[in-house]
């Protein structure tokens, strides 16, 4: 029997039907019908990270990979996203743990 993969939730944002930068960026707090559960870190093996560590957001597509804000399309949007990450981490990991784990810093 395959052991199941357990997913850690956001250290970020709660699973409420909002969008963490429809907040963020526009004081937008209404549910969204549709989210998608973006992981900061992307690609392997930081995909995996994200998931483990519980860096990840929910995303409405407007914010996801549809349009000109969309993080897949916004290198400041995607940004934003990693600085946070990266201040939720070290609110109880050291720099050093985090560089240790993603391999870079984004807040200098």
Same mark, same amino acid.
């Given at each position: 029997?395959? /052991?199941?993969? /357990?997913?850690k939730?956001?250290?970020?944002?709660?699973?409420?039907?909002?969008?963490?930068?429809?907040? /963020? *960026?526009?004081?937008? &707090?209404?549910?969204?019908?549709?989210?998608?559960?973006?992981?900061?870190f992307?690609? !392997?093996? !930081?995909?995996?990270?994200?998931?483990?560590?519980?860096?990840? @957001? &929910? *995303?409405?597509?407007?914010?996801?990979? @549809?349009?000109?804000?969309? @993080?897949?399309?916004?290198? #400041?949007?995607?940004?934003?996203?990693?600085?946070?990450?990266?201040?939720? &981490? #070290?609110?109880?990991?050291?720099?050093? #743990?985090?560089?240790? *784990? @993603?391999?870079? !810093?984004?807040?200098?």
């Amino acid at each position: 029997m395959m /052991k199941k993969k /357990k997913h850690k939730e956001s250290i970020l944002h709660c699973k409420d039907g909002t969008c963490y930068l429809c907040m /963020k *960026l526009d004081g937008d &707090y209404a549910q969204k019908r549709h989210l998608h559960e973006h992981h900061i870190f992307g690609g !392997n093996p !930081n995909r995996a990270i994200s998931e483990a560590e519980g860096l990840k @957001v &929910y *995303l409405c597509l407007e914010h996801h990979t @549809v349009g000109p804000a969309a @993080v897949h399309n916004n290198h #400041e949007n995607m940004r934003i996203l990693q600085r946070d990450g990266q201040r939720a &981490y #070290e609110r109880t990991h050291s720099r050093g #743990e985090f560089m240790a *784990l @993603v391999g870079r !810093n984004y807040l200098d």
